[in-house]
């Protein structure tokens, strides 16, 4: 008994801890199994699986963090082509330093029948505000439109160039 109420406890905690909640009218024990219903039938591995973010999720997040100042995790997101060495994602991210504020007003898929299951562009409008004497000048105060082309890199998407055309 002593048992049952420790390991209640424990559960208890742990989905406090974890945010789950549970209602359960009864408990099982390691000496009753649980039994399978007949009406549920086991997930197949890639129903379990949690989907990976679109192309569109990575340019959207890409923004949000560029407005949030969190710029180690947008250089990140550039492809190993972009941003080759530390150099170079240190340039990136003096780049990323001259927006006081960016925002995406429109973003659309670029030429999709180009598209290749590891290569996609999206055609962005952003408003951008930049901080006083900038000393890169690759945004302009207002609507700048960019052409993001994302390559997939071991599985997820990421930023592979950022232009000013097509």
Do not use: H
Not at 16 to 33: M, Q, R
Not at 115 to 135: D, F, G, R, S
């Amino acid at each position: 008994m002593k048992k049952k109420i420790i390991l209640l406890a424990f559960l208890a905690n742990s989905c406090f801890l974890f945010g789950c909640t549970f209602s359960a009218k009864k408990v099982i024990t390691p000496a009753e199994p649980p039994s399978a219903s007949p009406t549920t039938s086991p997930k197949s591995e890639s129903e379990s699986e949690v989907p990976l973010p679109t192309g569109e999720d990575i340019v959207r997040t890409f923004f949000e963090l560029i407005n949030e100042k969190r710029i180690p995790e947008v250089v990140a997101m550039l492809s190993s082509t972009a941003a080759p060495d530390e150099s170079t994602k240190q340039t990136w991210g003096v780049n990323f330093n001259t927006l006081e504020t960016i925002s995406i007003k429109t973003i659309e898929e670029w030429q999709k029948s180009a598209w290749t299951e590891n290569q996609i562009t999206y055609k962005v409008v952003v408003v951008a505000k930049l901080k006083p004497n900038p000393q890169f000048y690759a945004w302009d105060n207002g609507e700048n439109t960019k052409w993001i082309n994302l390559v997939k890199e071991n599985r997820l998407w990421k930023i592979s160039a950022i232009a000013s055309g097509p």
